[in-house]
């Protein structure tokens, strides 16, 4: 059992979208951060759980998927390389941009004992933010490293992770600037509402 998670969202991608070039060009910046944290999340026995879109492959298995978005056809093979999951990670399919939204997440986290998620990856504003909205509702403590999500535009990230501090009492400082040891070793934030509520799967 654990009391925190690293959630991996997108980081294996197409980038076959409007916008898709930029983003990928944003996502170079964030795999040494991601690397570092998945590093210490490993040493330390914390879950990596990735958390991806099919991209409308709804007959994949996660190997067939995660070797299709490796593959050279890919844009982001080289990220996909650099990121893809070891053989303790669990995968985790979304069907739309929440990560809690008709997954397996909600049933996942309380089985492995974790309250505390680090959530990393792609869009900022988007799935990254989803996500965020629903573990912040569901009174998970959260730290979103700024230095870890990417957006297709750097005022969109930064304007995610300021939504994502203020509004869902999250960390966002970088990961070269906490680690997650000193992040788990913090008391919890406390939630705007008051006191903690049981979380509902």
Known sequence: ???AAILMIDVLNTFDFDGGEALADAADGIVAPITALR???VAADVPVI???DNYGRWRDEPSQLIEELSSERNRGASIARALQ???GDYFVIKPES???YATTLPALLPRLGVSRLVLVGLAADICVLFTAADAHMREYDLW?????VAAQEPARCR???EL???GMNAETAAVGDLSLADWRAREPRVAPGGARMIRST
């Open 98 to 100: 929440s990560g809690f």
């Open 164 to 166: 994502i501090s203020n």
């Open 85 to 87: 999951p070891g053989t």
């Open 144 to 148: 979103v490293p700024s230095d870890a």
């Open 1 to 3: 059992m654990t009391d």
């Open 39 to 41: 590093e210490q999340a």
């Open 50 to 52: 990735y958390v991806n």
């Open 159 to 161: 304007w995610a992770s």
